[in-house]
Structure formats: C-alpha cells, structure tokens
C-alpha cells in the first residue's frame, strides 16, 4: 500500500477535502513511494483560518517566548539532521552528504532568527520636541505564505519562516510537491519544541494552492523560490492583491577564470559547484567563462575531474552525484543537451545513457560537459537546472563581464583569479547580487542576505538576515506626550517642533 502524505493544519495531520493527489517517487528507482494530497481551495481556506485564529495569540508573545521555541526547535533538528537528510534524499535525490549540508546551512538561519530580541528593537528619540517622545517599533504583517521549490526541501522553507515566526507572523507553508516530507517533518519538530497549533501549517498541492494563497485576503506576504517565470507570476498576482511580495527567480551564473587563475583550483570549483545536486540548485555554476588562453586547458582539466565522478544513489556512501528528481525534469535536461549538439556546441563529455550505482529505472543524467557554448544557444540563454556545464570562451575580462552583464538573470556569479585589483574590480562592475571571489558559490552565511538581481528577483527584499527580518514586519512610528494640564487649548497652526 502505498503511503499518503497528508497536510499539516492546526498542529496535526489533515486529509483535507480534495481526492485529488500527486506521486511522489524515489528518483533512485523511478518508483512511487507515496502520494501527496493536493489542496482545493477549502483547504486552503481552512489553513489559513488556522493561522489566522493562532494570530493573536502567537503575535502576543513574549519575545522571550518565541525565541524559546525557536532555540528548542534549533536543538532538535541539530539532533535529528541525520533523519530529515535520509528523508531529503529519499524525495530529492541528492546524496546523503549533500542534503546534510543543505540541513547545516538551514539551521544557520534558525540560529540568525534566535536573536530576535535583538533584531526587533525599534529607535527612541527622548524630548525629540518638548515633552514630546517619538520611538518606532516593529510589528508583524500577520499570516504569511511560502512558497518553496524542490530542490532544497528543508533549506528554503528555513530561509523563511524561522524569520517569520520570531517576528511574530503566522505561517502556511506550501512545499514542492515533488518532495513534500521533509517540510512536515519541519513542522512536526515546530510542535515538539512548542509551537502553538495553527501557527505553523503545511499545505501540500499544486497551482490551486500557490493561487489560493496569492488571492486570499487573509494572506498579507508571499515568500516564493522558484522559476523566474513563476516568480513574476507570483509578484505580480500577489501584488495585485495587495500582498507585500519577495519572489526570488532563476539563474544562469558564470564563473569567470582569468589567465593568471590556479588552474586546477578552478577546475575543482566548476565541476563541484556544476554537479552538486545534479546542477539542481539556483546558485550551481552552469557557464564557465575561460579568458584566453586558459581555455583548452581549463576545459581539459574539468573534463577529466568529470569522468572520476561516481553516479549513483545518493543513500550509498560510494556516490558522488545523484539522478534528477522526476521524470519529466530528466526528459526537460536531456533536450537541452540535444539541443546543444544540434547547435554546434562541441559535447566533451556526454553524460547521457551513464552507468550508475543504482537501479535502471532511475532518473539519471550523468555530468555533460560543453565547450565553445555561444550566446544564441538555448545551453547558455536558459536555465537547464541539471547536471549540464556549459563553458563560454572571451579573449579579456572586458569581454567575460559584458557577457556576464548582458545576461537575463543577476543571481551569482564568481571569479577566479590572483590578482586582487582586477576582483575588486569585478566585486563592483558586475551586475549580480551575489558575487564569489575564488568562491564559486557565494550563498551569503546567515546573518547577510540572499538574492539577486534582474529576472533572478522580483521584490526589493532578499531572503532571510537582515532584509528578512525586515521583510516580516512593519514598522509603527509613536509620537508621545504627557502634558501638563497647563498646555491645554485649541490650537489649528500646523504642529511645530520647539
């Protein structure tokens, strides 16, 4: 019998109303392991009513109190990160190690929300005029929606809503529906650390979920990762529904390697931040950028470390790399690498049809490599989100940052290099939000902010430090006076500091 992955409403398990239902495979296998129940709109009616009910409640706690939860929710993932990987790669695909450090990088942000009696304070102007005090505190926005990809099922959802919650908000999560567990694993130990019911819910579905929450009046912010063509759906429907909005889209980030760069250090870089995860991953380098002459040897280099890469199931310690995470996404990868063939750009390394430590009805693309990849081709223009390098060749770093610049999207970028004046200068003429210097993927540790630019954002606010902080609040300015009774009396001037 197969196993059904419910919704997580008011602090339990909740079928919800609607027959209808997802797969959700072993990507290892190409087998169903479970289906997920996918919400109608009185389901999500009914989590959001949850939240909304757990809103007074949850926004009168104590500082002192959400934290508390939150540092005991902290403790207990630390304690069980082993177990919500194994559950990660079992829906994701990625290997064991790979989701465990995915689980390390989450519980930096939960550790960044911890010091939310710090970040919450608000500014004080004492006798700003006379007798008259005017300081400025922080509030909630109320229940808040998030909208997470497949890709980092624990990860992303712990870029939000830690943050949210601390700032006193309400939540419904909606995973991706590819890999939902971990995401009720996540709120199962939000209730074991003492989580009030209906502060936390999971909403499990499809295009009706991630709508009901656009459009519901109760919902007032939207957290979203994902494509970039969902993502401008997502800012624009939510915004036109009156809802504060951070959608942060796709990438296609480049690594720049200058002729002066240790070679094979670069080398190294680009095959572990192009195949980590399959490629499955927004900040995965998917074009190197080699600067004559380095070219022909860079791309020598990354070829061979490619071909000592061990495919398999990520629950074996032997693998390296894992499959893709559905199907459909490994016919969507395969075609870009057909499509790279039909045009021009020289294959060095095919990685379809590999042989792999795992079954035969797993969804599996071996690391793909492409040199001489030009601007017009679909390898370079899009988002593959698969385990396809594509290496552009330019003849100076003019070349390589007006290529980087022309591009769409603005997520991150890196450059490999050991000259320090040509990285400064590159830290300042790049038009990306996050850039690495001889770190090929720059995600920002917890108390800084994640984000992009161009297509790769929609919104002014990145995700989770500072700017999530802000993001989840909003700010009330208290102009107060005590008078004296003798100051009373009319008065229809204009108000006047003095």
């Not at 196993?3 to 602090?11: E, F, P, S």
């Not at 790979?98 to 960044?112: F, K, M, Q, S």
């Not at 710090?118 to 109320?142: C, H, M, R, W």
Request: proline fraction near 5%; aromatic fraction near 8%.
């Amino acid at each position: 019998m197969t196993d059904r992955i419910n919704h997580w409403i008011d602090g339990k398990p909740c079928e919800g109303v609607s027959e209808r239902s997802g797969d959700v495979f072993d990507p290892a296998t190409g087998q169903v392991r479970a289906k997920v129940a996918f919400a109608a709109q009185d389901d999500v009616d009914t989590a959001v009513a949850a939240a909304s009910r757990a809103l007074p409640g949850w926004r009168g706690t104590s500082l002192a109190g959400r934290t508390r939860v939150l540092f005991a929710f902290r403790e207990l993932l630390s304690a069980r990160r082993h177990e919500l990987a194994k559950i990660v790669t079992g829906e994701h695909g990625k290997v064991e190690s790979d989701a465990a450090g995915e689980i390390a990088r989450a519980i930096e942000n939960v550790e960044y929300a911890c010091g939310a009696a710090q970040l919450l304070k608000g500014g004080f102007s004492e006798n700003a005029s006379t007798g008259v005090d005017v300081y400025s505190i922080s509030q909630p926005l109320g229940v808040v929606g998030v909208i997470s990809p497949f890709n980092f099922p624990a990860m992303v959802p712990l870029w939000f809503v830690p943050n949210a919650l601390a700032c006193g908000n309400t939540v419904v999560l909606k995973p991706s529906e590819k890999d939902p567990s971990a995401a009720v694993f996540i709120a199962e130990l939000f209730a074991e650390a003492g989580l009030p019911d209906g502060v936390l819910n999971v909403l499990h579905g499809d295009k009706v979920a991630v709508d009901g929450l656009l459009e519901h009046r109760d919902v007032k912010a939207i957290s979203f990762v994902g494509s970039t063509p969902i993502a401008k759906y997502v800012y624009e429907t939510g915004t036109s529904h009156g809802k504060r909005v951070q959608a942060l889209g796709g990438a296609k980030n480049h690594m720049v390697v200058l002729p002066d760069a240790d070679l094979d250090l670069a080398a190294d870089a680009a095959v572990s931040a192009g195949f980590g995860s399959a490629g499955e991953r927004c900040m995965a380098v998917s074009v190197v950028v080699a600067v004559d002459p380095v070219g022909d040897e860079l791309v020598a280099k990354i070829a061979e470390r490619i071909t000592r890469l061990r495919v398999g199931d990520g629950r074996r310690p032997t693998s390296e790399m894992g499959p893709l995470v559905t199907a459909a996404h490994h016919e969507r990868v395969e075609s870009y690498v057909e499509a790279g063939v039909e045009a021009g750009a020289r294959l060095v390394v095919d990685g379809r049809g590999i042989e792999v430590d795992g079954e035969d009805g797993g969804f599996w693309l071996g690391p793909t490599l492409f040199d001489h990849v030009t601007p017009g081709m679909s390898v370079y223009t899009d988002e593959i989100f698969g385990p396809v390098l594509a290496v552009a060749r330019a003849d100076g770093y003019d070349a390589a940052l007006e290529l980087i610049n022309a591009n769409a999207y603005g997520n991150g970028t890196a450059i490999f290099t050991n000259d320090g004046r040509a990285a400064r200068r590159f830290q300042n003429e790049v038009e990306v939000g996050m850039v690495g210097v001889n770190v090929p993927i720059p995600v920002p540790v917890g108390y800084y902010s994640f984000g992009g630019w161009k297509d790769s954002l929609f919104g002014d606010s990145h995700a989770y430090g500072p700017e999530g902080f802000h993001f989840f609040t909003r700010t009330k300015v208290v102009t107060s006076r005590w008078p004296d009774p003798s100051q009373g009396g009319v008065n229809l001037g204009f108000p006047r500091n003095s």
